[in-house]
């Protein structure tokens, strides 16, 4: 299984400590096991939530591919002022502690803005927190227009990370980043450009794999 790099940190010290608690248990008795089992799951847990596995799925100058693992929360029309500079559809992913958190590129493009906000911190699934937490911005420039991607922190999320620099190509499906322990990511897409949103509310998609968008051949 392959493991997001930003996962060792904590990978590494969780392993330890099971191996410090397995030992304890030989030497002290039964009774470490009430703490040995609860830190085995947590250690467990740490290798399923920075899991980073191979993806397929449909490719193509037409499509929109999840940058994300999670649940459809929310598509409607917004106003994008950052980079799009205009009416956007707004398709917003939840991705919950259990999902796989590897953020990827829903186009291939040129990147042409990469822009961090500090903010709070607010429950990633809510509406507001697309404008008010803790942010980072990815502006794509991709054979059918721009594209804005933003991955959001949430309660917990400490941590995003963000591969792109401005002047960067990249490629559809390829790694974008990741946000530690449970965010959101919002794509956004010019509604000039008349994209056909394939997901709904309540969906569940995978990030590399599951279109999102399709243009029109």
């Known amino acids: 299984m392959r493991i ?3 996962g060792w940190p904590f990978i590494l010290p969780g392993w330890a400590l099971v191996a410090l608690g397995a030992w304890g248990v030989a030497t002290w008795g039964r ?3 009430a703490v040995e089992v609860p830190v085995t ?5 740490l290798l399923v939530f920075f899991r980073d596995p191979a ?4 490719r193509g100058d037409q499509y929109v591919i999840a940058p994300a693992d999670g649940e459809i929360v929310d598509v409607r029309t917004v106003d994008e002022p950052m980079y799009l500079k205009a009416e956007a559809t707004r398709i917003s992913i939840f991705m919950s502690v259990f999902d796989v958190h590897v953020n990827r590129y829903p186009v291939t493009g040129t990147v042409e ?16 927190a697309s404008l008010d937490n803790e942010q980072s911005s990815i502006g ?11 991955q959001i922190a949430g309660l917990i999320a400490r941590r995003i990370v ?10 559809q499906a390829a790694r974008l980043g990741m946000i530690r322990f449970g965010s959101r990511v919002d794509v956004f897409l010019p509604v000039a450009a008349h994209p056909a949103v ?14 999102l968008a399709e243009y029109a051949p």
């Open 4 to 6: 997001a790099p930003e």
């Open 162 to 171: 963000t591969d792109a620099a401005v002047g960067d190509r990249v490629t």
């Open 140 to 150: 794509l420039r991709g054979p059918r227009g721009p594209v804005l991607v933003r």
């Open 113 to 128: 803005l990469t822009r961090y906000h500090a903010g709070r911190f607010l429950h990633a699934a809510s509406d507001k």
């Open 31 to 33: 009774w470490v096991w």
């Open 41 to 45: 799951l947590i250690a467990i847990w």
């Open 198 to 211: 394939r997901a709904a509310v309540g969906d569940r998609v995978r990030a590399g794999a599951t279109v």
């Open 55 to 58: 993806r397929t799925g449909p």
